[in-house]
């Protein structure tokens, strides 16, 4: 017999099968002794009360033998099969390769940057000298912008696509039985490589192609139907489809695209500033107490609040995270976050964003460029307010608000560095304002927030993608090119991990479909 309940544990406990048996006994009525095994199927932690505890939902085995999950590696040989190329080795494009597999398809990955351990040495570059690679960095390469920033699996998109077996594939490749049950799921930076190497040995190994240093200048397109695609180096690979998952920062992609009078569509995005806390501060607040313990995970928050008709809210929440540099180009300013999988820096990290909508910016409304152009603009006026070197802009919360220069600034985990700047020279004023108004409102919703403790770092821009790749809803293929099937975050349809490597099966199976 099965049985589910929600069983309350302290902190501490969640993990230890013999006290789970207890409380499950207590719980269901059972004896312990016709409890053969429990199974946790979701946990989060519940902070409302005074004491902190975890809530769990779990499956009881009772009087039946208790045999946990195992999941694997397992993919059909398609070494001869129809061929597919994907552009784009991130969370869409791996999962669309997998897809392809498991439909009976080769695919073809391209991918502009490097392998993911070959990536590092360009990362630390980036870092240490703040030179950038425009084609390996936080953004390209194997694995994408997630690889290197942070793996957190949260996600609301529980509507477009199987998240449970997004993540299985994820354990099935070396990430922890964790995510499969915890309420916002993360695998961590030091720990995505691995995981991400495996993917591409399954790929390998069904008999795909995974190609590195393989930029695509042109899709070739004949009377609407796509043939191929030309490499930066003249070769032409031909397939009959080709999806497109390049990544909300592949700029030069969306040029190509225009060239060809391929339609793309300017698009809405939010930009704003890096918040950096002290981690003790967050778990304060949000722990209601001096100190969280080793038993409790560093703590996470999510801010929003209308301001002006626009939304102000916090973004991609780093706990025992990292500021990174994550610009694409040598003369911009992007950061991003991060964390390791055990979340154990000092800082907590977090974009705080202004929506911006289409009649905020100026210009010709049926300019696609017009959203990319303003995020270029803001994210080049920061380089040169830090001064070179992928040096940020920054300036403490309270200072920010109330409009003074910061004498200096604190500790932080931005390795490039900080100089002290008024964001209002790096800011558009209608974002400034807007900022400005939210954090003291921020404050009073978690005590403790609205400090000058905390650091602003400019800035926080590639949210989303500012640019549409336009699809037919149900065939997901581009609606002037039969057989491109626009993908991704790039292409304007996910937002983060989870929600991309969705897409990626979608649209794999869209190419199965128009494949017949």
Same mark, same amino acid.
């Given at each position: 017999?099965?049985?589910?309940?929600?069983?309350?544990?302290?902190?501490?406990?969640?993990?230890?099968?013999?006290?789970?048996?207890?409380?499950?006994?207590?719980?269901?009525?059972?004896?312990?002794?016709?409890?053969?095994?429990?199974?946790?199927?979701?946990?989060?932690?519940?902070?409302?009360?005074?004491?902190?505890?975890?809530?769990?939902?779990?499956?009881?085995?009772?009087?039946?033998?208790?045999?946990?999950?195992?999941?694997?590696?397992?993919?059909?040989?398609?070494?001869? *099969?129809?061929?597919? #190329?994907? =552009?784009? &080795?991130? /969370?869409?494009?791996?999962?669309?390769? $997998?897809?392809? @597999?498991?439909?009976?398809?080769?695919?073809?990955?391209?991918?502009?940057?490097?392998?993911?351990?070959?990536?590092?040495?360009?990362?630390?570059?980036?870092?240490?000298?703040?030179?950038?690679?425009?084609?390996?960095?936080?953004?390209?390469?194997?694995?994408?912008?997630?690889?290197?920033?942070?793996?957190?699996?949260?996600?609301?998109?529980?509507?477009?696509?199987?998240?449970?077996?997004?993540?299985?594939?994820?354990?099935?490749?070396? *990430?922890?039985?964790? #995510?499969? =049950?915890? &309420?916002? /799921?993360?695998?961590?930076?030091?720990? $995505?490589?691995? @995981?991400?190497?495996?993917?591409?040995?399954?790929?390998?190994?069904?008999?795909?192609?995974?190609?590195?240093?393989?930029?695509?200048?042109?899709?070739?397109?004949?009377?609407?139907?796509?043939?191929?695609?030309?490499?930066?180096?003249?070769?032409?690979?031909?397939?009959?489809?080709?999806?497109?998952?390049?990544?909300?920062?592949?700029?030069?992609?969306?040029?190509?695209?225009?060239?060809?009078?391929?339609?793309?569509?300017?698009?809405?995005?939010?930009?704003?500033?890096?918040?950096?806390?002290?981690?003790?501060?967050?778990?304060?607040?949000?722990?209601?107490?001096?100190?969280?313990?080793?038993?409790?995970?560093?703590?996470?928050?999510?801010?929003?609040?209308?301001?002006?008709?626009?939304?102000?809210?916090?973004?991609?929440?780093?706990?025992?995270?990292?500021?990174?540099?994550?610009?694409?180009?040598?003369?911009?300013?992007?950061?991003?976050?991060?964390?390791?999988?055990?979340?154990?820096?000092?800082?907590?990290?977090?974009?705080?964003?202004?929506?911006?909508?289409?009649?905020?910016?100026?210009?010709?409304?049926?300019?696609?460029?017009?959203?990319?152009?303003?995020?270029?603009?803001?994210?080049?006026?920061?380089?040169?307010?830090?001064?070179?070197?992928?040096?940020?802009?920054?300036?403490?919360?309270?200072?920010?608000?109330?409009?003074?220069?910061?004498?200096?600034?604190?500790?932080?985990?931005?390795?490039?560095?900080?100089?002290?700047?008024?964001?209002?020279?790096?800011?558009?004023?209608?974002?400034?304002?807007?900022?400005?108004?939210?954090?003291?409102?921020?404050?009073?919703?978690?005590?403790?927030?609205?400090?000058?403790?905390?650091?602003?770092?400019?800035?926080?821009?590639?949210?989303?993608?500012?640019?549409?790749?336009?699809?037919?809803?149900?065939?997901?293929?581009?609606?002037?090119?039969?057989?491109?099937?626009?993908?991704?975050?790039?292409?304007?349809?996910?937002?983060?991990?989870?929600?991309?490597?969705?897409?990626?099966?979608?649209?794999?199976?869209?190419?199965?479909?128009?494949?017949?």
């Amino acid at each position: 017999m099965i049985k589910e309940i929600e069983v309350v544990c302290p902190p501490g406990q969640q993990d230890d099968q013999a006290f789970l048996k207890t409380l499950a006994s207590a719980g269901s009525k059972i004896p312990q002794n016709r409890i053969t095994g429990v199974k946790v199927l979701k946990r989060s932690i519940d902070a409302r009360g005074r004491k902190v505890v975890y809530r769990m939902q779990v499956r009881l085995y009772i009087d039946e033998p208790f045999k946990p999950e195992t999941f694997e590696r397992s993919y059909k040989k398609i070494s001869n *099969a129809r061929r597919v #190329i994907i =552009v784009g &080795a991130g /969370p869409a494009g791996l999962f669309a390769a $997998l897809q392809c @597999i498991q439909n009976g398809l080769k695919p073809i990955v391209l991918e502009r940057g490097k392998d993911v351990k070959q990536r590092r040495r360009d990362l630390a570059n980036i870092n240490k000298q703040g030179l950038v690679n425009p084609e390996s960095n936080y953004c390209f390469g194997e694995g994408g912008a997630g690889t290197y920033s942070d793996g957190k699996l949260y996600t609301r998109s529980t509507k477009r696509g199987d998240v449970k077996g997004i993540l299985e594939t994820f354990v099935a490749h070396g *990430a922890t039985e964790d #995510i499969l =049950v915890d &309420a916002r /799921p993360h695998i961590g930076t030091n720990k $995505l490589p691995q @995981i991400i190497t495996a993917m591409r040995e399954s790929i390998l190994e069904a008999g795909g192609e995974v190609i590195f240093d393989a930029k695509v200048t042109s899709l070739m397109v004949d009377f609407g139907t796509i043939k191929g695609v030309k490499l930066a180096d003249g070769e032409r690979l031909q397939a009959d489809a080709v999806i497109l998952a390049t990544g909300h920062s592949a700029r030069d992609v969306f040029e190509m695209l225009h060239h060809q009078n391929i339609l793309i569509e300017a698009k809405p995005f939010a930009l704003g500033v890096r918040i950096e806390h002290p981690q003790e501060i967050i778990d304060k607040a949000q722990y209601h107490c001096e100190n969280r313990g080793p038993d409790l995970p560093p703590s996470y928050y999510n801010l929003v609040e209308q301001v002006d008709e626009r939304g102000v809210f916090s973004f991609c929440m780093c706990p025992g995270g990292i500021i990174a540099p994550c610009a694409t180009d040598t003369d911009e300013i992007v950061v991003n976050g991060w964390s390791p999988s055990k979340r154990n820096n000092p800082f907590a990290n977090s974009g705080t964003v202004v929506q911006i909508n289409m009649e905020d910016i100026p210009g010709d409304m049926n300019d696609p460029f017009r959203m990319l152009n303003f995020q270029q603009q803001v994210e080049q006026v920061a380089f040169k307010a830090g001064g070179g070197n992928l040096v940020a802009p920054a300036q403490r919360m309270v200072d920010f608000v109330e409009g003074r220069l910061s004498v200096d600034l604190p500790v932080n985990s931005y390795l490039p560095g900080c100089r002290s700047v008024e964001l209002k020279e790096v800011l558009p004023g209608w974002i400034h304002n807007r900022l400005k108004k939210a954090l003291p409102v921020f404050g009073r919703k978690m005590n403790g927030y609205y400090t000058n403790e905390a650091i602003l770092v400019g800035v926080e821009s590639r949210t989303s993608s500012p640019i549409k790749i336009p699809r037919d809803r149900d065939t997901y293929q581009h609606p002037q090119v039969a057989g491109l099937f626009p993908c991704g975050e790039g292409a304007g349809y996910a937002g983060g991990i989870i929600s991309a490597a969705i897409d990626g099966v979608n649209c794999a199976n869209g190419v199965s479909k128009y494949f017949g």
